[in-house]
Structures are given as C-alpha cells and as structure tokens.
C-alpha cells in the first residue's frame, strides 16, 4: 500500500506538471482574465476543498493524525466532543498480515428544511521506526514514526433552493509523527469531485455545477500541538499545487473552464491562492473556507 500511494502520487504530479505551469509564470500565463463571478465560483470550490467545515484537507488532516480507538477516532488537533458530530455506525477492522486498520463511519442531519450525509472510509498503517506495524496505535502512540494513509468522504446537503455533493479522496504519508520530532511532514495527493444544483420554485433544476480538481501536496510541514494550542489551521504550513476543471450548465448552455495555480500556507489560519492568468492573488480561512475580505 506504501508503495501504490507513491506510484499514485508521482502520476498525479506528472499529470497535474503537463496541466499547469510553476506559480511564478501567473504573470505570463496566456489564459484571460476571469469574471467576477467565476473567480467567486472558484474560489467557493477551493475554499470546500481545503476547510475543516466542508470536509476538505484540513479535516482529512484531523483524521490522517488520529487514532482509532474501539468505538472512535481519537484526535491529535481536536479536543473529544467537538462540534463536528458523532460517528455513527463506527465499524474498525485489522489485518495483521498487511497493518491496515480500516475505519468505516457516517454521521448526518436530517430536518425539514436541510439534509446532509457523511459517508467515510479510512486505511491506515502505523509504523514504527524499523517499518513494523503497529495494531494498538491509541494504546502506542508514541511508538508511532510514519501514517500512510488513504480515504474517502463523500456526501451531500440539500435545502430547499440548492442541492450539493461531493466526494474527496487522499493518499498520503506521514512522517516524523513520533515524540522526537518537532514537526511532521506530509506528501501525496486529493482529489476532489462534486456538483451543484439551484432549484426554482418548482423544485426543477435551474442551473448546475460540476467540478474535478486535484491537490498535490508539494511541502506540506505540521508542527505538534501542545496543551494549550491544537487549532490545525495556525500549525500546518508549505504549498499546494492544484488543477480543476469546471463546468457550469444554464439555461441549456455549458461552459467548461480549467483553472491552475498554488496554495500556500503559511500558518496564519488563511491559505494564499494564486491563478494562473490571473494577477492577484486571494486568501481563503482555512477554517470556513471563506475568502478573506480584500483590502
């Protein structure tokens, strides 16, 4: 499994390489200028992709660091009982023979204005400094050196004028996690998929908006929490390189459009977005996921 998140994240990188150029040509970059309203498009895409909230790298971040326990994850950067929602329907499996502990949980809300439905499927393997499993990581944390990782979320919110979905997968490494690190560093890619639909009053879809996108995580560094700081969002710093393609459907028309650029992160709790063909450059809470306002 180490060994296909690696082939995995070399090809993604290949790919994402004759997509998109470096960020320092965005000045160069052929491409026309955006609108408005398709800057605001991407950026809400993006923003998703990379929150907490929306189920986005941070929050596969805050999954990659735990540990599972017998009836839950046991979270390095977020205190138990937070306001994320229990995990219903927890089943965890081991397999000696290849370390991997598979984790399968879901959680969602139902009223009578608003749905949402969370599916998650993890795969880890712990290993210790000699590369032996690990098969009591919430018992041995601090035996723990390297996390290879893969997952899948995928779900939707629905309410009475719009309907979402999505899915992201991550294949990841870890490194450096044990004690005598002051920081882990984390490599490999995610990718993400969804659509959107408005509704009008009939319940009839109005316009429509799909999206693929791939992540690719360049240098990614996560420093340790301690007891009185674990907000992921001001501890995890390095750059993203991204590629999406977006196609956007309205009254019988589509229109497709391919975006490129980089995300940094600079442990502020913002993430700096830049575009290629676009001369300026956006911030985006990684938190919420919301654009920061310009000044």
Not at 53 to 63: A, C, F, N, V
Not at 218 to 241: C, H, N, W, Y
Request: charged fraction near 25%.
């Amino acid at each position: 499994m180490k060994t296909n998140v690696f082939y995995l994240a070399s090809f993604m990188f290949g790919l994402l390489l004759l997509l998109a150029s470096c960020s320092d040509q965005v000045k160069q970059a052929d491409e026309p200028e955006a609108s408005a309203e398709e800057v605001e498009m991407l950026l809400s895409i993006v923003g998703s992709a990379l929150s907490d909230e929306h189920e986005g790298l941070l929050s596969g971040i805050m999954d990659l660091t735990a540990q599972p326990g017998e009836n839950g994850l046991n979270y390095l950067f977020r205190h138990q009982g937070s306001e994320r929602g229990g995990q219903n329907n927890f089943v965890r499996r081991y397999d000696p023979e290849t370390g991997v502990h598979s984790i399968r949980f879901r959680r969602g809300v139902d009223r009578p204005q608003f749905r949402s439905l969370l599916r998650v499927q993890l795969e880890y393997i712990f290993q210790d400094e000699t590369g032996a499993f690990i098969a009591r990581p919430a018992q041995n944390p601090n035996l723990i050196e390297t996390i290879t990782f893969s997952g899948v979320r995928d779900g939707f919110t629905e309410g009475p004028a719009r309907r979402s979905e999505f899915e992201r997968s991550a294949n990841w490494l870890l490194e450096g996690f044990g004690p005598a690190n002051e920081a882990m560093q984390l490599s490999g890619v995610q990718e993400s998929r969804g659509r959107m639909a408005l509704k009008n009053r009939d319940g009839g879809v109005q316009a429509s908006r799909s999206y693929q996108m791939l992540f690719n995580l360049t240098d990614i560094s996560i420093q340790k929490p301690d007891a009185s700081e674990d907000r992921l969002p001001f501890l995890v710093t390095g750059e993203i390189e991204y590629e999406i393609r977006i196609r956007t459907m309205r009254n019988g028309e589509q229109e497709t459009r391919e975006f490129a650029g980089t995300i940094e992160l600079d442990g502020s709790g913002q993430a700096l977005m830049r575009v290629l063909g676009i001369d300026r450059a956006f911030r985006l809470y990684l938190q919420t996921g919301e654009a920061a306002a310009r000044d």
